[in-house]
């Protein structure tokens, strides 16, 4: 009857002397991921390699993108601490420039073009507004302010067309219909200044007096 052997015998373990023996066998791994790592030694090195530098390299970007972040804020702090409004433009223009990937260099873009003509506003908060994503909380108060530059250039249907879209955005519907009816009005269109500020009336967060008021506006027209 043949010899039976069992799978842990010497006869199927690897000699290994102890001049031989490497990091790998003092990890006890068995001895078909040792041969594994061996015959693919370069390539596990690249990809171990690649995966630090993927590590330092974030590192390295939210560090500056932080840092980026704090000294366009500072820089914007100081602005506004700034005692002419020569000075307070001239920092604003130095946020925009240097960090303008930042919310600081957004805002300083905003109060830059506040400082321009209203045909140059119009232009300027366009572009803005591109850069501004919808489900931004800045993007509704830049449409209101894109439509108040239109109704100064003395173009209500864009501005009508901007009121429109912004009407559909939760709590801007009062202010919308309230200057769409305002817009209406001046156009003489009565049937629909009327029909706008009682849409005005129904919003929830229309203050008390100015639906007040707009009772006595609807009873003039």
Known sequence: MAQQHSAFSKKHI????????????ELNLPPAVIKFIRENNTAIQAVVICFF???CGWSYY???????????????YQAMREPTTGARL????????????????????????????????????EKITKD????DPLYPLLQYDL????????????????????????????????????IYEQKNDVESARDMYEKAKSQLELPSATKGRLEGRLGRL
Not at 62 to 76: C, E, G, I, R, V
Not at 96 to 125: C, F, M, N
Not at 132 to 135: G, M
Not at 163 to 173: C, D, P, Q, R
């Open 14 to 25: 690897e000699e290994v002397t102890a001049a031989r023996r490497t990091l790998l066998e």
């Open 53 to 55: 530098l993927g590590i």
């Open 62 to 76: 939210d560090y500056h993108t932080t840092k980026q972040t704090n000294d366009a804020a500072a820089l914007y």
């Open 90 to 125: 001239q920092v604003m223009e130095k946020i925009v420039t240097d960090y303008s990937s930042t919310g600081s260099a957004l805002w300083s873009r905003i109060a830059l073009v506040h400082e321009k003509s209203p045909e140059e506003q119009a232009a300027e908060l």
């Open 132 to 135: 501004v994503s919808r489900d």
């Open 147 to 182: 439509a108040q530059c239109y109704e100064m250039k003395k173009d209500p249907d864009k501005a009508l067309e901007i009121y429109k879209s912004l009407a559909e955005i939760h709590g801007f519907g009062g202010i919308s219909y309230l200057a769409m009816g305002r």
